[in-house]
């Protein structure tokens, strides 16, 4: 879900667009998922 960030907030552009660029800064520094291994087949 890399990009993704929830907007709990409601109001005007100038309040939530610098809160908003600081939250898509923090997702996009995070390391990718690790992929998970296979489950065996029974």
Do not use: D, H, N, T
């Amino acid at each position: 879900m890399g990009g993704y960030v929830g907007l709990p907030v409601q109001g005007p552009a100038e309040v939530i667009e610098p809160g908003l660029a600081r939250a898509l800064a923090y997702v996009a520094g995070l390391p990718p998922k690790a992929p998970k291994s296979p489950k065996p087949k029974k």
